[in-house]
T-cell receptor
Framework: ETGVTQTPRHLVMGMTNKKSLKCEQHLGHNAMYWYKQSAKKPLELMFVYNFKEQTENNSVPSRFSPECPNSSHLFLHLHTLQPEDSALYLC??????????????FGPGTRLLVL | AQKITQTQPGMFVQEKEAVTLDCTYDTSDPSYGLFWYKQPSSGEMIFLIYQGSYDQQNATEGRYSLNFQKARKSANLVISASQLGDSAMYFCAMRVGYGGSQGNLIFGKGTKLSVKP
């Protein structure tokens, strides 16, 4: 495996379900990110982790709960979601989270549909 | 406020021709990075090219070049010799400085490029 991988690629869940999205990076990076991409809206940063520590929570509702057990893995735990949470969820990584020079590399995303 | 503006919702180009995708940005921070990403229908965001605010020369990467005009705050992407596989959404993005806004990659709304055979 190379780059940034995400599983599952597609997910359909009811509003009462609990599910988790998984992201793994094989680039030796120290920073990982969760983004949300809704239809016709720019990408929205959700969470930033640097060396396993959360450094940014962009006012994300508590029904989204991130977990970063190590620098290579990032999870997004989902519970009691709303239909408006349906979107493409993208994971990214970079060498570290500081500075304008850091390029972020993205995974293929998880397309989430909440019924 | 930091902002990225892409004014072209959609663009068409004939195969083998060059195309320019527009991007303007707004920031008061002297240190920033500008990025272009390609997003095919599969969803993956593919990094194409990067330009730093202090770079003296325009960035180039294969068929991609970035026309960086600092005074006009523009960072247009030029794709030469378009190929059918270039059909995708293209996003311009910016990261600013160090410190408090760590991780904040600001994206534009994107331009959908369609390459015609």
């Amino acid at each position: 495996e190379t780059g940034v991988t995400q599983t599952p690629r597609h997910l359909v869940m009811g509003m009462t379900n609990k599910k988790s999205l998984k992201c793994e990076q094989h680039l030796g990076h120290n920073a990982m990110y969760w983004y949300k991409q809704s239809a016709k809206k720019p990408l929205e940063l959700m969470f930033v982790y640097n060396f396993k520590e959360q450094t940014e929570n962009n006012s994300v509702p508590s029904r989204f709960s991130p977990e970063c057990p190590n620098s290579s893995h990032l999870f997004l735990h989902l519970h009691t979601l709303q239909p408006e949470d349906s979107a493409l969820y993208l994971c990214a990584s970079s060498q570290d989270s500081g500075g304008a020079l850091e390029t972020q590399y993205f995974g293929p995303g998880t397309r989430l549909l909440v019924l | 406020a930091q902002k990225i503006t892409q004014t072209q919702p959609g663009m068409f180009v004939q195969e083998k021709e060059a195309v320019t995708l527009d991007c303007t940005y707004d920031t008061s921070d002297p240190s920033y990075g500008l990025f272009w990403y390609k997003q095919p229908s599969s969803g993956e965001m593919i990094f194409l090219i990067y330009q730093g605010s202090y770079d003296q020369q325009n960035a180039t990467e294969g068929r991609y070049s970035l026309n960086f005009q600092k005074a006009r705050k523009s960072a247009n992407l030029v794709i030469s010799a378009s190929q059918l596989g270039d059909s995708a959404m293209y996003f311009c993005a910016m990261r600013v400085g160090y410190g408090g806004s760590q991780g904040n990659l600001i994206f534009g709304k994107g331009t959908k490029l369609s390459v015609k055979p």
